[in-house]
């Protein structure tokens, strides 16, 4: 199988527990985060995840149940094989 | 005006009629604000905090109202996660106030200190943790909000004592702050096209109805549309009353104990329109082979449940009855003569049928149920064989009459919840049917039936087993009956009659219509009926799980099963 690395770019409320509810849906499908970079957008309500994740099988689900999170405002995906990287 | 006041004033706003809850320590300053803010909801005092869930969520079901639900802090908060979970699967709407210790000392453990935030993160919609007293005029407008609209859940709002009893220092009227709530967009019209043509060229169509039907109160619709397109409908479990299932086009339920003609449906048909189920893994059975050859169109507004279980030909996010209105101007009314016949073969040859020779049976009494309430009650079940039968036999005909725990398949959920459907609607019979087990799991909420004088009919099913248990141990496990013998079973009408309630046994097939009858013309108080039925009868039609539909069992097996592939 090749090695696919996922890199997820989340919109998310600058609200307490939202890091949890993210993890929380990676954690519940057995998904290893490999990184993750959360910073606040100065001056507004909002902040950015970025998360690494690898060889998930059901991308699309994850993605789907992020965006399904109240505090979650968008989800983008970038995929690379890593043979490329 | 302090916080708990605030509160009240806040559910009064959301039109809320009812409270069910148990009172504590940190909730102490919301119950006193009960009685000073002088409102009219009622407060209705359960048993256990697990009954609260589940009579809120009979109440949702059964009114099409968002259930209040009020617990303290800790063991009171940690013991409405059952009813949390069962509401969330099944996408009700409950909103759920829980105390929490004063703010100074979450996190220190203290006593009935629990993170009950991050506890029920997995089984809500959304949860919140009140740090302001200022927010929670806003937070309640929100979750109701949020209860109520897209997908239905329940909302957990955790509440420090100390926010409760704090004063708001404005009056500003709330204005909701949920910009990352995005909800489903209007039907593409494309896609709807799509389905049409599709059901034009199609010859043997069927259409599979789910909760989502109920949900968006398109139940008429629904069957305006099925009507035009001479189209059967088979309903979920969850989808009972989307469609009259006495109709001449209703198919009744499908899937692992569903009817067989609707599953011999399932697995002819060319053209599968599902409308507001999420395929279920009891409805999809072996993935690999579920109609793999028919056109399927799925419907929900839940986006990740689109295509989430099988590869579908067109994904529609959308609201059902914004769908199917859409839907019903499109297509161009045909007749399926033909698939119809060839379906009424199937219902000559499989009906549903049972057997009283060899004892008396779980069947023959809903049967009886059915007739004697002309099958216009509200039928709340617990979970098991008696919910399986209860769903082919009990036809049911309007939305809002039928009520049971599918998702996550709650024993306990029954009872308590016909309590939640007759706060709902006091003026309409309404049946428990549950089983043995199922029923000792809540039955302490009988002193909450009997103060409140809810007329609800209790059915015990008694086989004095875990009866979808033994069948699975006997289907698949040898036989070996591990942990399913409910040796221990008190006289439940002596149980009955402690509490106040009226008991009747009913204990052969000749006792059944005098009891039922006795039991009916009870209506000032809840009465258990026990029936004694048959030990060791199992449910068929049965797919086995993982199983696909021409593995269908039709009459119990005669040769030793395979261990089923599929998990429950």
New interface residues.
Partial sequence: MQDIRYTLTLSVRDAPGVLVRVAQIFARRSANINAIHVSHLPNSPWSQMKITVHNIARIDQIVLQLEKLVDVYAVTVSTFPTSRI | MDGATAIIKALEKQGVEYIFGYSGGAVLPIFDALITSGTKIKFILVRHEQGAAHIADGYARASGKPGVVLVTSGPGAGNVVTGLMTAHMDSVPLVVISGQQIRSMIGFDAFQEADI??IT??VV??NY?VKDTNDLPRIIDEAFH?ATTGRPGPVLIDVPKDVSSGLLTTNATPKMD?????QFRRPDQTKIHRIAEAWAKAERPVILAGHGVLIAGAAPALARLATAMDTPVTTTLLGKGAFPETDPLALGMLGMHGTAYANKAIEECDFLLNIGSRFDDRIIGDAEQFCQDAFIAQIDI???KL??MIPVDVALHADAAEAITYLEKTVTPCTFTAWNTHLGTYRTKYPLHYDNSGGLTMQSVIDSVFNLTEGRAIVTTDVGQHQMWAAQFYKTGLPGHWITSGGAGTMGYGFPAALGAQFAKPDQPVVAIVGDGGFQMTLFELATAVINKLPVKIIIMNNHYLGMIRQWQELFFDNHESGSDLEGNPDFVKLAEAYGAAGINITDANGVEAGLKEAFAITDRPVIINVEVVKTHNVFPMIPPGAPYSEMIIEPPTTALAKPKGST
Avoid: S
Wanted: charged share 30%.
């Fill in positions: 935030f991050d993160m997995p919609k959304h943790l949020l949920l910009p990352a709530y995005t839940d986006a990740a295509e989430k």
